[in-house]
């Protein structure tokens, strides 16, 4: 497996102050890419369909139904605001926002040796947004996190895959 290089944008808290650091992380092919608008007013989400999905899953998993979970009342504006982000990501998968063409490696050689007509290039879907409500719904998604992990159901499933 090929591994690259990418930069992350990374919200941080030490002594009670919010920080913005750009981190660069190795990482397999497979990933979701976060990158700086055109404008630079926000950021733009972009993927395969399976990360996409992925995503979308997590957020769903994490949030709270304000019909079965009376007792976490109080949380269902902020799981409102990040299930309006799982619904922007989920129009980006459905080829409503913005999509790419990404080289994907495939040759005449290969498709040759592996006796195959394939694509060589992958769609990667997309979708901006705003740096204010990124930021407010990372912080919300943490809070969601811990409020499924001191409930009793576990919150880390295959829609969620955490790595060390």
């Given amino acids: 497996m090929k591994i690259q290089q990418h930069c992350f944008l990374v919200l941080k808290e030490e002594e009670n102050i919010c920080r913005m650091n750009i981190v660069k992380v190795e990482v397999l092919n497979e990933m979701i890419e976060v990158s700086l608008t055109k404008n630079l007013a926000g950021i ?22 304000e019909h079965a979970e009376t007792k976490n009342i109080k949380y ?3 799981s409102t605001r990040v299930l309006e982000l799982a619904y922007d990501i ?3 998968l459905q080829g409503d926002r913005g999509f790419e063409f990404i ?8 498709m040759k040796y592996h006796n195959t007509i394939a694509s060589n290039k992958n769609v990667y879907y997309s979708c901006s947004y705003i740096f204010t409500e990124m930021v407010y719904c990372m912080l919300a998604i943490n809070e969601l996190i811990d409020l499924k992990a001191r409930g009793k159901k576990s919150v ?7 790595s060390k």
């Fill in 44 to 65: 733009m989400l972009s993927g395969d369909c399976n990360d996409l999905d992925n995503i979308i899953k997590s957020l769903y998993t994490i949030t709270i139904n």
């Fill in 76 to 78: 269902i504006d902020m």
């Fill in 90 to 92: 989920r129009h980006a």
């Fill in 103 to 110: 080289d994907n490696g495939m040759t005449k050689e290969i």
């Fill in 156 to 162: 880390f499933n295959k829609a969620i895959q955490c």
